[in-house]
């Protein structure tokens, strides 16, 4: 069964810098698409970053220049950089993988999911 389970959300105020993780239980899916999702209350779901077998990464553009994807083959673990965070970040973060490999990681390509991890910015 495949477990994605993420870390590292909390509490910070404007400005201020997280580091999500984000451990995968299935190494395979380490050379898939691997990408950050979040949703607030009473929004839709919003693709933040993807990263494809290659490293290459695409980003929302409302996190452009702030966000920092990456991931770590070694330890199976996907990670966001979040920095100069501002109150319209705050939601809950999902990492998710496919279990496919795609030539472009679109946000309908994901089949697995994690339970999410909270973050909130206060101004």
């Known amino acids: 069964q495949v477990q994605l389970v993420e870390s590292g959300g909390g509490s910070v105020q404007a400005g201020g810098s997280l580091r999500l993780s984000c451990a995968v239980s299935?190494?395979?899916?380490?050379?898939?698409?691997l990408g950050w999702f979040r949703q607030a209350p009473g929004k839709e779901r919003e693709g933040v970053a993807a990263?494809?077998?290659?490293?290459?990464?695409t980003y929302g553009d409302s996190v452009k220049g702030r966000f920092t994807i990456s991931k770590d083959n070694a330890k199976n673990t996907l990670y966001l950089q979040m920095n100069s965070l501002k109150p319209e970040d705050t939601a809950m973060y999902s990492c998710?993988?496919?279990?496919?490999?795609?030539?472009?990681?679109?946000?309908?390509?994901?089949?697995?999911w994690g339970q999410g991890t909270q973050v909130t910015v206060s101004s």
């Open positions: 299935r190494s395979s899916l380490m050379s898939r698409c």
């Open positions: 990263i494809d077998s290659d490293g290459y990464t």
């Open positions: 998710a993988a496919s279990m496919f490999s795609w030539r472009l990681c679109r946000p309908d390509v994901y089949n697995y």
